[in-house]
């Protein structure tokens, strides 16, 4: 009842006169979390006869529908910045502000102070965004140098993209086949199948609606409140799209589910980074705007740089609260230099 008063409140800021364009924003970035809520809650009642491996998947793909429709409106609208921004915030929010505070609210709910969870996850997450982190770079390199490959970047991002998006398929067959036993085990579905896919439908549906307005409210916000593009592409949207998601996984951490809180941010990231971003790559040769690998190089080194924090810190299935603070503090570092920017 909440999130469709809220998505009704969109609607009504978008198309009244004499509104507030920075309320119509607001309105519009909660009636969005409410949406992904929603998708998510749904997604997981569909999925609990699926498995944890198969649930967790079909929630980060579904979950990512806000982020989809705001790239693609924001492309749309010729804003090639915000959409970047916004692709790249939902990866490095996950990585470095959730996952630190998942780590911290996880580590602290533990007698020894120490964090424990299965690798193989962060492992693969690791090298899904170290593989997109790759052509970033190297599209980045050749652009600087100016050299041949330059004047082909909308070329080898489309072959790049279709690229990645095999390797993420090549690891989702993976992770499903290779899915342990006792996590096959499902919990009783508090939703009927029928009601949870016409709820998935309608968050859907919302969510292209919602999206719209989000973007439309986007641009005389960050005029009135004099910020920037990328600050917010890459903090605001991102936390906004990806509210539900974060507040999920600190959650699980807290009451000591340690491997479905790091599952859920985990599955978000390499869902972003290797399957989302590559789509987008693709879809958006269909709109105004076309999107490529090529970001600007601080951007770049941020992703890189990222990938390989996120490595160092996760990958040995441990992780202590001085780690997570760690992982925080980068994401502020990185927010204070995309205001700047």
Do not use: C
Not at 11 to 38: D, E, P
Not at 223 to 240: D, H, M, R, W
Request: proline share 3%.
């Amino acid at each position: 009842m909440v999130v469709a008063v809220l998505t009704v409140a969109a609607g009504v800021t978008r198309y009244a006169t004499g509104i507030s364009h920075v309320l119509a924003f607001i309105v519009a970035g909660l009636a969005l979390a409410g949406g992904a809520w929603i998708v998510s809650f749904s997604t997981e009642q569909v999925g609990q006869r699926f498995g944890v491996a198969a649930t967790g998947l079909l929630q980060s793909t579904l979950g990512n529908l806000p982020e989809f429709f705001v790239v693609i409106f924001a492309l749309n609208a010729g804003d090639r910045i915000v959409a970047q921004t916004a692709i790249l915030g939902s990866i490095l929010v996950n990585a470095l502000l959730v996952l630190g505070l998942v780590i911290i609210a996880g580590a602290l709910h533990e007698r020894d102070r120490i964090m424990r969870f299965s690798p193989r996850l962060p492992n693969d997450t690791a090298t899904l965004l170290l593989v997109t982190s790759f052509i970033i770079v190297l599209v980045a390199l050749a652009d600087s140098a100016h050299d041949t490959a330059s004047h082909h970047i909308k070329t080898i991002s489309i072959v790049g993209a279709l690229a990645i998006l095999g390797v993420y398929g090549f690891w989702v067959h993976q992770y499903l086949t290779s899915e342990q036993p006792g996590a096959q085990e499902a919990g009783r579905s508090r939703l009927s199948t029928a009601t949870s896919l016409t709820l998935l439908v309608l968050s859907g549906i919302a969510a292209a609606f919602v999206s719209d307005w989000f973007v439309h409210a986007l641009e005389p916000t960050i005029q009135t409140l004099g910020i920037s593009k990328p600050f917010a592409g890459l903090v605001i949207v991102a936390i906004a799209g990806n509210a539900v998601e974060h507040a999920v996984g600190v959650v699980l951490a807290a009451k000591g589910q340690s491997e479905l809180a790091i599952s859920v941010v985990k599955n978000s990231i390499a869902q972003v980074a290797a399957f989302l971003f590559p789509l987008l790559v693709l879809v958006s040769l269909l709109t105004a705007t076309t999107l490529t690998f090529a970001l600007a190089p601080v951007f770049t080194g941020a992703l890189l740089g990222t990938a390989v924090i996120v490595w160092q810190i996760t990958g040995d299935g441990e992780a202590t609260p001085f780690e997570g603070v760690a992982l925080v503090a980068a994401f502020v570092i990185l927010a204070v230099v995309a205001a700047f920017e």
